[in-house]
C-alpha cells in the first residue's frame, strides 16, 4: 500500500505558476500527475519513472516540469504560463508493481 499526499493547489491567475508537490509514503516507480476538469475525463499531465524518464501531455509541453527527489519520495509538479483551462483537480498517481495508487487531489483554479 502506497499512501500519497499532494499540495500546492490554489487560485492563480492567467500566466502565473504554481508548483504541486505529492509526498509517498514509500518509493514508486512511476510517479506522475493526472488532472479531472468538471465535467471531463481524468488525463494524465506528466508522469516520470525512479529511472528519469518523463511523459507529458500536449497540452503541457513547454510550460510544466515534472521532477522526483527518490531520497524523500517526492514529485513535483512545476506549472507556468498556467491557463484558464488548466483549472482542475489535480491528482498524484503512483503505479509500483503494477498496482496504481491515488492520492486526494488538490484543486488548481487559474482566473483573474
Known amino acids: 500500500q502506497v499512501q500519497l499526499v499532494e499540495s500546492g493547489g490554489g487560485l492563480v491567475q492567467p500566466g502565473g505558476s504554481l508548483r504541486l508537490s505529492c509526498a509517498a509514503s514509500r518509493i514508486v516507480f512511476r510517479m506522475g500527475w493526472y488532472r479531472q476538469a468538471p465535467g471531463k475525463e481524468r488525463e494524465l499531465v506528466a508522469d516520470?519513472?525512479?529511472?528519469?524518464?518523463?511523459n507529458y501531455a500536449d497540452s503541457v509541453k513547454g510550460r510544466c516540469t515534472i521532477s522526483r527527489d527518490n531520497a524523500k519520495n517526492m514529485v513535483y509538479l512545476q506549472m507556468n504560463s498556467l491557463k484558464p483551462e488548466d483549472t482542475a483537480v489535480y491528482y498524484c498517481?503512483?503505479?509500483?508493481?503494477?498496482?496504481?495508487?491515488w492520492g486526494q487531489g488538490t484543486q488548481v483554479i487559474v482566473s483573474s
Open positions: 516520470m519513472t525512479s529511472f528519469g524518464i518523463t
Open positions: 498517481n503512483g503505479l509500483n508493481g503494477g498496482y496504481s495508487y
